[in-house]
Each structure stands twice: as C-alpha cells, then as structure tokens.
Nanobody, 124 residues
Framework: QVQLVESGGGSVQSGGSLKLSCTVNGGTFNTYTMGWFRRAPGKDREFVASIGWTTNWLKYADSVKGRFTISRDNGKKTADLEMNNREVEDTAVYYC?????????????????WGQGTQVTVSS
C-alpha cells in the first residue's frame, strides 16, 4: 500500500516563502512521477507542478512558473514544492500525487496515489 503524506503547510504573508514536503511510504518511489495540485476556495483542483524521474522532466502551471520549484529526493522518498514570492491567489489546499513515470504529467487522471492535502494560506 502506498501512502503519501504532505507537510509544511501554514500561513504566510504575501511575498514570503514556504516549502511543502511529500513523503511517500511504500511502493517504489524512484519509478513514480510526482506532482503537486491545489484546490482554492470555490474552485476546482488544478495542476501546479510535476517532476518525472529526473529534472529533465519538469512541468509548471503558468501561474507559478518562476516562483515555485519542485524537486525530489529518491533516497528520502520525498517530493518538495518550494514556493517563493507567494501571492494571495496561492491560498489553497495543496495535494501531493504520484503516478507512473518517467515523464512529468499535468492531468489528474495520470496520477494513482494522492495525499490528504495541506492548507496554505497567504495573507496580504
């Protein structure tokens, strides 16, 4: 059984930084493409970032490109999302997801495993 656990959520002022971490328990982490999605209040869940087997495969939503960085550590079985220059519009529940590699993926249906989500609130 594969379990994804997010951590690092919280409140931050706009312009600040925050790092989310996703720990994967079970399964074969280095074969997974990892992704981050988010659901803002009153909106559908949307793609944020994805990393494939290596950093040769990276994808970002246009809204976060240049501000967010996704990374992975196969030894620790973690996938992190570094969020810089936060905006109020980044307020959402952030979800970690895992799917079949090797390439980065942007569609929810390409992901098999999901975390419970962690709340991130950005205030002005």
């Amino acid at each position: 059984q594969v379990q994804l656990v997010e951590s690092g959520g919280g409140s931050v002022q706009s312009g600040g930084s925050l790092k989310l971490s996703c720990t994967v328990n079970g399964g074969t982490f280095n074969t997974y493409t990892m992704g981050w999605f988010r659901r803002a209040p009153g909106k559908d869940r949307e793609f944020v970032a994805s990393i494939g087997w290596t950093t040769n495969w990276l994808k970002y939503a246009d809204s976060v490109k240049g501000r967010f960085t996704i990374s992975r550590d196969n030894g620790k079985k973690t996938a992190d999302l570094e969020m810089n220059n936060r905006e109020v519009e980044d307020t959402a529940v952030y979800y970690c997801a895992g799917g079949a590699g090797p390439a980065a993926r942007v569609l929810e249906l390409d992901y098999v495993f999901w975390g419970q989500g962690t709340q991130v609130t950005v205030s002005s």
